[in-house]
């Protein structure tokens, strides 16, 4: 299970200096520690502003729960869902404002949320900044699909 956690927020304790890095592709680096191979972040070249941590690398509870299952359509048959969160077979789609456009992906305020995500997304004709947008994501895909609601 992986979190976001904001850059600015997130300070090392001890182990960096042992972490080896890997670059999966020209957009995302994971980090993971060169003694025991275990993972620890990944670095997403389109989101400057945060991580993805590997959540069982945590010493304390950092006292955020499960909201939601993601990809549950792909999920082998013998990893039972167990309690009445939501369950999706890709990512619910995402709307809101657009703050920013990178080189392969759009930063977006959604609605009713308090934090900006960026959503991979290479597609982006005609979506400025400003404009209200709906993002999909089709199942086995890498990147959203834009849809502008209006500008």
């Known amino acids: 299970m992986r979190g976001r956690v ?6 090392w304790v001890a182990g960096e200096d042992i972490l080896a890095r890997f670059s999966i592709s020209e957009r995302r680096t994971k980090l993971f520690c060169s003694v025991c191979g275990t993972p620890i972040l990944n670095v997403d070249r389109d989101d400057p502003h945060t991580y993805g941590l590997a959540i069982a690398t945590l010493d304390d509870d950092p006292g955020v729960r499960n909201a939601l299952h993601l990809f549950s359509a792909s999920r082998p048959e013998w990893i039972e869902i167990r ?4 369950a999706f077979d890709t990512v619910p789609d995402i709307r809101g404002c657009v703050l920013d456009i990178l080189t392969a992906a759009v930063v977006v305020q959604p609605v009713g949320d308090s934090r900006p995500v960026t959503l991979s997304a290479s597609r982006l004709t005609g979506i400025q900044v400003g404009d209200e947008i ?7 895909e890498s990147e959203f699909a834009i849809s502008k ?3």
């Open 6 to 11: 904001a850059k600015n927020e997130f300070r």
């Open 83 to 86: 309690d009445d969160l939501p």
């Open 134 to 140: 709906v993002a999909h994501l089709p199942h086995n």
């Open 149 to 151: 609601i209006r500008p």
